[in-house]
């Protein structure tokens, strides 16, 4: 049985998850000043709950609380805002990942990070950047982990068909 | 082209059989190889570039620690972080008193109702990063509230005969507005429609409230107090 942490453990538990935090609400649309903002009122609500947190995922129950405050935000502003499926797109079948060779500049694969769909975008920021198993990503998501896999799919095949133009390399590996 | 899912193949949920098949193709088919380093190579560069964005860790921290531990706990004085919706309507009470020529982001980092003014000036102090004078008004029938700052701003809220009053400080320079010129004690203020504003030690106050009179008479004190520090 997993006993809840103690309250004095909160600082130094979460203390290593802020830049996760701070990183996955940027990649939620917040400016710099809004995901601070997002992560403070996310470790409130977590400093509330915390002594009901199960002690399981650290991680991806600080995220789907995070996930939780941008999502409330975003209604405020406005009514329909939603993180979730842009549409009923899923995952691709054929594999595509034949003579690649990634040498994008940073700032490049950030800005078409960016344009991705919600979802997507945090598919990849959670699964690999954040390098969350399936099962953490699903539970920070709140979605089945198939569900996860077929977004991290689907993310990373629009992510490449995006960077492809510019890598000067990929031209016709994307049939 | 082969009909490998190699993002199966990497994160274990291939069937064993199709491993199986995966695993004899990449030592026989080269291309199976490129695609899988491929893969590979992507989810590496992805990585990297979202950890060249800068974070700000000690922010972050002091965001951390003020929620776990808030500074008046020592003394038991009432504090209190307010939710951010709380923070907000305070800042944007402070904004259009002010005025967007004097702070133009509305969004105060941190809220925290206090009654200590030592307490108080210790908290904006950290948030404004810069030394914030404990003002307690006294002789005056104030009450401090609380207090909001955020990098180069702060300001303290005390109830004065029953009404509101900010008592701001920012080190970005004032706006122009129209107004008088006043001297008292060896100070200047500006009386201005907006509240009366004075400068002390490259700190540009602004005091704004319903009351004109009371006004005067909070800049007064504050601006005594906030030079004897």
């Excluded at chain 1, 995922?57 to 209604?75: F, K, Y």
């Excluded at chain 2, 069937?15 to 193709?25: Q, S, V, Y």
Aim: proline letters at 5%; a negative charge; one cysteine or more.
């Amino acid at each position: 049985m997993i006993f809840g942490p103690k309250k004095g453990d909160f600082e130094s538990s979460v203390k290593k998850e802020l830049p996760v935090l701070y990183r996955v609400a940027r990649r939620m649309g917040c400016n710099q000043d809004e995901a601070e903002d997002t992560v403070q009122s996310a470790l409130i609500k977590a400093y509330q709950a915390w002594e009901r947190f199960d002690g399981r995922h650290l991680r991806s129950w600080l995220i789907r609380i995070l996930r939780n405050e941008r999502l409330m935000q975003l209604r405020s502003e406005k009514p329909h805002s939603s993180l979730d499926e842009p549409g009923a797109v899923e995952a691709a079948e054929e594999p595509f990942w034949e003579e690649v060779s990634w040498r994008m500049e940073a700032d490049r694969i950030l800005d078409e990070l960016e344009n991705l769909p919600e979802v997507y975008k945090m598919a990849i920021q959670l699964c690999d950047v954040e390098q969350l198993t399936y099962e953490e990503a699903a539970t920070a998501m709140d979605v089945p982990i198939g569900t996860v896999r077929s977004r991290l799919f689907r993310a990373r095949a629009m992510l490449r068909k995006r960077l492809a133009p510019v890598s000067g390399q990929l031209e016709g590996a994307l049939s | 082209m082969n009909k490998i899912n190699w993002q199966e193949y990497e994160d274990g949920s291939m069937t064993p059989e199709m491993r199986k098949t995966a695993d004899e193709l990449l030592k026989t088919d080269p291309k199976a190889q490129e695609e899988l380093d491929g893969l590979r190579s992507f989810r590496k560069s992805i990585r990297k570039a979202c950890l060249t964005e800068p974070v700000p860790e000690h922010k972050l921290r002091k965001i951390l620690r003020s929620i776990v531990s808030p500074t008046g706990s020592k003394s038991g004085s009432r504090r209190l972080l307010l939710p951010l919706g709380a923070a907000a309507a305070m800042a944007a009470v402070a904004w259009f008193a002010f005025g967007p020529s004097i702070t133009t982001d509305p969004n105060v980092e941190r809220t925290l109702m206090v009654s200590n003014s030592t307490e108080a000036a210790a908290f904006a102090a950290e948030g404004a990063g810069f030394a914030v004078p404990p003002i307690t008004l006294a002789g005056l029938n104030a009450t401090l509230t609380g207090t909001h700052c955020k990098d180069g701003f702060a300001c303290f809220d005390f109830l004065v005969d029953g009404a509101l009053y900010h008592v701001t400080m920012q080190t970005s320079p004032a706006s122009t507005d129209p107004g008088t010129m006043k001297r008292h004690e060896g100070q200047d203020f500006l009386i201005c429609p907006k509240g009366v504003r004075w400068e002390d030690d490259s700190v540009n106050f602004m005091v704004m409230g319903p009351d004109e009179e009371t006004r005067w008479k909070i800049a007064e004190a504050a601006a005594r107090e906030a030079s004897i520090v």
